[in-house]
């Protein structure tokens, strides 16, 4: 039942609808979602990681990069003949420990079948392959303290390089 401040319209078709109910419909509809904190934090931690690379003089060949449909590789970047998959980690802080222990097993194995994949997308064969992590340690609007691990894991021996 309408009230007096929703009061229903007849629309083409015969639809009834509240026409400031019908606007913020609209509005909402077009919005561009916010993304959640979390996701801001991740998004930001990975420009900080790209620029600290970038600054180690390392080619950055892909961010964000897509190899299949759960899998997402973080950056992918070439140091000489060495092709690098990094995964980057950022938290606030290290209350709750080392942003590094949650590159658990399960993790390092949907790695190293994102780094298969993109290899075999790609027709890639490089000399070498390595896993590095990268820690950020702040949020947005401060300066983060970043820790490099070069080599973090080997690929997954469930996964193998067919050349």
Known sequence: ??????KKREAVGGIKFCVCCAFSWLKNKFRKSEKPAHLKSGIWGEKKAVKFLRSKRWKIIGERVRSGKHDELDIIANDGNTLIFVEVKTRKNEDYGRPFSAVNKEKRKRLSRAAVNYLKKKKLKPDYIRFDVIEVIGEPGSK???RHIENAFQLDPSYKLWW
């Open 144 to 146: 983060p303290e970043i």
């Open 1 to 6: 039942m309408a009230t007096k401040r929703h």
